[in-house]
């Protein structure tokens, strides 16, 4: 492949798949009004980290187009733990509160396990809690955290069924690639995770139907370590001079691959729509009502 080859892979719209999903979602919102019913949605902020303010920010707006309510909560980063737990105490017992999502990293004097696990697992809408990671773990119903959930949705939507196919997750953080792993298996795919630490890289990815990369590496992805016809999910967001470029290097993968996810407009707008995804489920499940249809595996 040279850079004269033209770009073969069908380009995954991530960014046209979550507005379809949000707009699935504002509907069925307004049918859980119509029954007084508003599903509710918390973001804790603690410190001023210029990423974090960005992304609340655009969570708290998407929350309210979809016709839900957003409560956000600022906290200045000095904050102490017990503070923060408190407050999280408060929005756990808080019945027009569905949803917790304390936007991580948090600052350093905090212990995030302790954090996360205070949270109400049944309002743990990033799944983040030992709860929700042992159900999915177990294939039981979990929430499931949002990016990975996005990616899987781009996955079978590509793909239909995941069963039998050879997938190659890099990177095993606990927000995106090892529960991507879960439910890829979960999927029935042979599951691969790779890291830092990981031989022959390159061989493993030549080997893999579905690539996921998560890693957090600008471009560390190469086009020649794909298998030609190969799906490729691109999760990482590296901010350049350039703007953002994901862990691929798209301009020589996509020459090979089947299909691919670009950066921006890939995988980062799912996360957001699944988020709202997985509020909406936490409210139908705290009132009663069946999981809504096609939001969560
Ligand atoms: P982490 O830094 O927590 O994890 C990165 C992983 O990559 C680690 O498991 C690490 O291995 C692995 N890794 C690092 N170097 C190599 C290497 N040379 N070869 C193989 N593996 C390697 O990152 P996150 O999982 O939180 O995020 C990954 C990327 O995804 C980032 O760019 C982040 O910004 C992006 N992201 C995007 C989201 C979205 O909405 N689109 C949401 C969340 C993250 P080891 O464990 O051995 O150190």
């Known amino acids: 492949m040279t850079a ?52 609340v920010k655009s969570k708290g707006r998407m929350t309210r187009e979809v016709g839900m309510n ?24 808080d019945p027009d509160v569905n949803g ?21 697992p049944a309002k743990d ?63 029935s795919a042979t599951v691969t995770v790779a890291h830092s630490r990981t031989a022959n890289l390159p061989d493993l990815c030549r080997q893999a139907d579905i690539v996921v990369a998560a890693v957090g590496r600008a471009n560390f992805v190469q086009g020649d370590w794909i298998k030609p016809g190969a799906t ?3 999760v990482g967001i590296n901010r350049g001079d350039d703007g953002l470029v994901g862990d691929v290097d798209f301009d020589a993968a996509a020459r090979v691959a089947g299909a691919i996810t670009p950066v921006p407009g890939g995988v980062g707008p799912m996360t957001i729509a699944c988020l709202l995804a997985n509020t909406l489920t936490a409210t139908a499940r705290a009132n009663g009502l069946p999981d809504p249809q096609g939001l969560t595996p």
Do not use: W
């Open 100 to 120: 917790i999502l304390v936007q991580l990293p948090l600052p350093p004097h905090m212990d995030e396990a302790a954090v996360i696990n205070a949270i109400d």
């Open 232 to 234: 490729v999910i691109d």
């Open 4 to 55: 004269t080859t033209p770009i073969s892979a069908t380009l995954i719209d991530g960014k046209a798949f979550a507005a379809d999903l949000r707009a699935r979602i504002a509907t069925q919102v307004r049918s859980m009004k119509d029954n007084g019913i508003t599903p509710g949605l918390a973001v804790v902020l603690v410190g001023e980290d210029p990423a974090s303010q960005v992304y």
């Open 125 to 187: 809408v990033d799944g983040f809690h030992i709860l929700n990671v042992g159900r999915l773990a177990t294939g039981q119903k979990a929430m499931v955290p949002c990016t990975p959930l996005g990616c899987l949705m781009l996955l079978r939507d590509r793909l239909g069924s995941l069963s039998g196919k050879n997938a190659l997750v890099i990177g095993r953080s606990n927000i995106v690639g090892k529960p991507m792993a879960q439910l890829l298996l979960r999927d």
């Open 70 to 93: 957003s409560y956000e909560h600022r906290l200045p980063a000095e904050t102490s733990q017990d503070d923060l737990l408190a407050l999280i105490g408060r929005l756990n017992d």
